[in-house]
């Protein structure tokens, strides 16, 4: 299964993938592609794509190791508190994806952006399981 669709909105759904021959690589792409296409849509007041409207521009994904398969935790800056939800800033060669950290808050459950990234080797990902799309404000316009 994949975290899209095709022409399908499965915007309301929570999928996991796993990786064979390069379609984790491939998932990812296509969700950065995604997401840069709903800031460019909201940017110039386009019509929504099947997978993430124009009000929102993040596909929030969690993200299980290889071997283990253990949900991959990162450290909020300095700080002794983790999370494992993530936003694909961009994908380096196949080899490597830049993921913004992603926090939810415990009382409501929303989801927003941190400031912090961090650099994944695509290979050491074994399953990516998407979430409902959210809205990231802290991104820069560097994307269009």
């Given at each position: 299964?994949a975290c899209f ?6 915007t309301?759904?929570?999928t996991t ?7 984790i690589?491939q998932?990812l792409k296509?969700?950065d ?5 709903a800031?460019?849509?909201n940017?110039?007041?386009?019509c929504?794509n099947?997978?993430i409207?124009?009000?929102f ?6 993200i299980?190791l ?6 991959f935790?990162a450290?909020?800056?300095t700080t002794?508190?983790?999370t494992?939800?993530?936003?694909i800033?961009?994908?380096r060669n196949?080899?490597t994806?830049i993921?913004r950290?992603l926090?939810?808050?415990d ?11 961090i650099v994944m080797?695509?290979?050491c ?5 998407c979430?409902?799309p959210i809205n990231?404000d ?7």
């Amino acid at each position: 299964m994949a975290c899209f669709g095709n022409g399908t909105n499965v915007t309301n759904t929570t999928t996991t993938t796993i990786n064979n021959n390069g379609t984790i690589a491939q998932l990812l792409k296509k969700i950065d592609q995604l997401q840069k296409e709903a800031i460019i849509a909201n940017a110039t007041n386009q019509c929504d794509n099947c997978m993430i409207s124009s009000m929102f521009n993040t596909k929030p994904i969690a993200i299980y190791l290889c071997g283990n398969g253990a949900r991959f935790e990162a450290n909020l800056g300095t700080t002794e508190e983790t999370t494992n939800l993530f936003r694909i800033e961009e994908i380096r060669n196949n080899e490597t994806v830049i993921l913004r950290l992603l926090v939810e808050d415990d009382g409501t459950g929303e989801i927003t952006c941190t400031a912090f990234t961090i650099v994944m080797k695509i290979s050491c990902i074994g399953a990516v399981q998407c979430f409902d799309p959210i809205n990231c404000d802290t991104l820069c316009s560097t994307f269009m």
